[in-house]
């Protein structure tokens, strides 16, 4: 496991700082203080209390622990309701997507009251949230120069790095981290992911095993390297790991989820579904609940159960609902949408993408984020127009998209636009013109490997076409939709070149 996210929302990017600097400040009992020392990003808290649960509850975090963490950055904020580092902490442990814009707003609603480096971090995550992400970088380079020497600095820039991936970039940062503090498990952990993501799964390897004996007795370590293993094909060694991670903390629920994967891949998806409903049964907040309904998801629509894949998204959605949690909710909507439009059913998934997006605008969400809501609703209503052949509609609505994505200078929207302009000419037959366009578009998202096999499938480039099935067929990711809308397909084709 990588990090804690908030339930896949949709309408921010990644969110991945975790409050994780060092405190080296001295406590003035007269009001808050934070002098650096050693180049690292000091804590500003006016109480010495507060501070130590902040540490005991950054310990948990930095270990991927965040429900053990919830305790101690509740106390610090209780013993000193001004500690602007505590609330983004606890805003990144959140469960749920409401909790994380609770005290979010918070942090930031304080951030004057801290140092120039937590005032730089609170600030890029609030940018991150509103996908933001040219301010989000220019924030994290200012943290970078302001604390060269403070590991979690690099860490959280090597860290966006990833996000955007750039692979490359992530690799050197997060490097970085561990010269300055040899100790510092987290970096081995993101390095891990990092090279797997650029196919370097030798170094992949070393990484991980290097965070596993670092901290041989936490869970994670495990399941990191787990994941390793999945993406490679090894699920029963995968499993094996992801066992060891559980033996460890029978509650590290991720480590289920994990394996619910490597089940399915294995051709067993009724142990899958075991595997996500001792999750459900292991669960310790919402967020962990919501996550094993939307694994069930995901193991029904891989294999077609589209009926039985909108049921679980309704059980995910009720979790949320009970808390008016409108960001999560609206996001399960988004779900439900992409399911609904497999069956195919078009117009039935438009009216959900409209509740989603009728639903942020009349929130109290950022207007950052219903402006995004807007765009991808441009999106959503685009991907449909092509699935009903309105060209016209669809050709409409991806330029809005573009323009949008264009003036954000989000490369993740930028990504999108592009797949967008490839979708429309693959299915106009303009393979050349598809190519180039999803070339450019996300390759982490399976679906856009396969239609690039598609288009050279169409220009009678057999080989090419195959390259790219295959990479589909073995994209092997945690539970996640995109896969599972293609897997099988994939499969098919690759199979089909061999008969």
């Known amino acids: 496991m990588r990090r804690n996210s908030f339930n896949r929302l949709v309408f921010a990017l990644l969110v991945w700082s975790t409050a994780m600097w060092s405190a080296c400040d001295k406590t003035n009992t007269e009001g808050a203080s934070a002098t650096s020392v050693g180049g690292k990003v000091p804590i500003t808290t006016k109480s010495e209390d507060a501070r130590k649960e902040f540490r005991l509850g950054r310990d948990f975090s930095e270990k991927l622990q965040a429900q053990d963490s919830v305790q101690h950055f509740d106390r610090a904020i209780a013993l000193d309701p001004e500690f602007a580092s505590a609330e983004l902490a606890r805003a990144n442990a959140g469960a749920t997507a409401k909790e994380f814009f609770d005290h979010l707003n918070k942090a930031v609603a304080l951030a004057d009251k801290a140092s120039e480096g937590e005032r730089f971090i609170i600030l890029a995550t609030q940018a991150a949230a509103n ?39 992530a690799i050197e940062h997060l490097k970085k981290a561990p010269e300055l503090a040899p100790n510092y498990s987290p970096a081995y952990n993101m390095l891990g992911y990092a090279y797997r993501q650029a196919d370097d799964y030798a170094n992949a390897e070393q990484a991980f095993k290097k965070y596993i004996e670092l901290i041989p007795n936490d869970p994670n370590p495990y399941d990191s390297y787990a994941e390793l293993l999945l993406k490679m094909g090894k699920f029963p060694e995968s499993i094996e790991q992801y066992r060891k991670a559980l033996a460890i903390d029978p509650h590290f629920v991720p480590s289920y989820f994990g394996i619910a994967a490597d089940l399915t891949y294995m051709g067993k998806p009724e142990d899958a579904n075991a595997e996500l409903q001792k999750m459900t049964e292991q669960a310790r907040n919402d967020g962990e609940l919501r996550t094993a309904w939307f694994g069930m998801a995901v193991v029904a629509s891989d294999g077609g159960k589209w009926d039985k894949a909108v049921q679980a998204m309704d059980k995910e959605y009720a979790v949320a609902e009970k808390k008016n949690d409108v960001a999560a909710m609206a996001a399960d909507l988004q779900a439900k949408g992409n399911i609904i439009a497999e069956m195919p059913k078009y117009d039935l998934a ?52 573009r323009q949008g994505a264009e003036a954000s200078k989000n490369p993740a929207q930028v990504k999108l636009a592009h797949e967008l302009a490839g979708r429309i000419a693959l299915a106009q037959k303009e393979y050349d013109t598809a190519i180039a366009e999803l070339e450019q578009a996300n390759q982490q998202d399976p679906r856009n490997l396969y239609r690039l096999g598609q288009a050279y499938q169409a220009k009678g480039d057999k080989d090419k076409a195959q390259k790219f099935y295959a990479a589909t067929a073995g994209f092997n990711s945690l539970p996640a939709l995109n896969f599972a809308f293609i897997r099988v397909k994939a499969q098919k084709m690759v199979a089909g070149s061999k008969g």
Do not use: C, W
């Open 350 to 401: 438009a009216q959900q993408f409209d509740r989603s997006f009728e639903m942020v605008e009349g929130s109290t969400l950022s207007q950052e984020i219903k402006d995004n809501a807007k765009l991808l609703h441009h999106f959503n209503l685009a991907a449909l127009a092509i699935g009903k052949k309105d060209y016209a509609a669809a050709k409409s609505h991806a330029d809005q998209y």
């Open 131 to 169: 996908g933001e992400v040219v301010k989000q970088k220019d924030y994290l380079e200012k943290l970078v120069a302001a604390f060269p020497n403070d590991e979690r600095a690099h860490f959280n820039l090597g860290a966006f790095d990833f996000g955007q991936q750039e692979y490359a970039q």
